[in-house]
């Protein structure tokens, strides 16, 4: 009926809000952890089990001699 549609509807729309907020807070996480990592002195870095990096701070590129602008293909 027209109120199990309506109630159907509003349900899903405050799921997609939920699930949007939640996509926010996951980037601005991940911003603060980048920065915290880039801000340290230390090299740091997280392969997979393909020997893929996953994560690299900017010390760390910098030893292993690639720029900051190749972050996404290290």
Not at 44 to 54: A, E, N, S, V
């Amino acid at each position: 009926s027209g109120d199990e549609l309506g109630w159907l509807a509003q349900t899903f729309n405050r799921m997609l809000e939920t699930v949007q907020q939640r996509e926010i807070e996951l980037q601005q996480s991940q911003a603060l952890l980048q920065a915290v990592i880039d801000n340290t002195t230390s090299a740091i870095y997280i392969k997979d089990l393909q020997g893929r990096f996953l994560l690299v701070n900017q010390c760390c590129l910098q030893l292993i001699g690639k720029p900051q602008a190749d972050r996404k293909s290290t």
